[in-house]
T-cell receptor
Framework: AQSVTQPDIHITVSEGASLELRCNYSYGATPYLFWYVQSPGQGLQLLLKYFSGDTLVQGIKGFEAEFKRSQSSFNLRKPSVHWSDAAEYFCALTGTASKLTFGTGTRLQVTL | GAVVSQHPSWVICKSGTSVKIECRSLDFQATTMFWYRQFPKQSLMLMATSNEGSKATYEQGVEKDKFLINHASLTLSTLTVTSAHPEDSSFYIC??????????????FGAGTRLSVL
């Protein structure tokens, strides 16, 4: 069975500070990995994805994520957070089947 | 590109009535669409997978007679909550997946529908 774990339910960072959101997965083969962001009352927007190749992937809004097979991780990073980044972030996984398995999400709060 | 439109964004209905939610892929053809339910401050729970021209596949525990899904075209899927009750109040989100291999299992999400059953 596949699963995604986001250990941090809630993170608070100051505007301008760096950010790292953790994501660990369990899957029997190489997964397809995604990070989505959800603003309150909205749907999900795709930030970035990893399928294969370069393990450091760049996304929109200045986000990047690094796939580490040895650690079964796909952590999301941003060097300098903006107040508009406050939202819920979901890590997700899919394999050969089309279903997405989501983590429980991390709520990011940005203080000014 | 890859825009998914969901309508309505918010609906209030009386208990016992039915509500239809539409999900459209605006700039691509979606052979597969998905319906999720999200409870407050929780993650998304997959309800069903909808394939164009065939019956939807429901996840375990989801009542297919209560949550009717129709995927009549490559750009439209509908979710009808029949005989809605207050416990059906939730945030419903659809997603659409372009055909593989170019789609590579990427799902694009609608903005969601907040259903409130009185």
């Amino acid at each position: 069975a596949q699963s995604v774990t986001q250990p941090d339910i809630h993170i608070t960072v100051s505007e301008g500070a760096s950010l790292e959101l953790r994501c660990n997965y369990s899957y029997g083969a190489t997964p397809y990995l995604f990070w989505y962001v959800q603003s309150p009352g909205q749907g999900l927007q795709l930030l970035l994805k990893y399928f294969s190749g370069d393990t450091l992937v760049q996304g929109i809004k200045g986000f990047e994520a690094e796939f580490k097979r040895s650690q079964s991780s796909f952590n999301l990073r941003k060097p300098s957070v903006h107040w508009s980044d406050a939202a819920e972030y979901f890590c997700a996984l899919t394999g050969t089947a089309s279903k997405l398995t989501f983590g429980t999400g991390t709520r990011l709060q940005v203080t000014l | 590109g890859a825009v998914v439109s969901q309508h309505p964004s918010w609906v209030i209905c009386k208990s016992g009535t039915s509500v239809k939610i539409e999900c459209r892929s605006l700039d691509f053809q979606a052979t597969t669409m998905f319906w999720y339910r999200q409870f407050p401050k929780q993650s998304l729970m997959l309800m069903a997978t909808s394939n164009e021209g065939s019956k939807a596949t429901y996840e375990q525990g989801v009542e297919k007679d209560k949550f009717l899904i129709n995927h009549a075209s490559l750009t439209l899927s509908t979710l009808t909550v029949t005989s809605a009750h207050p416990e059906d109040s939730s945030f419903y989100i659809c997603s659409a997946r372009p055909p593989s291999p170019g789609g590579k299992n990427i799902q694009y999400f609608g903005a969601g529908t907040r259903l409130s059953v009185l």
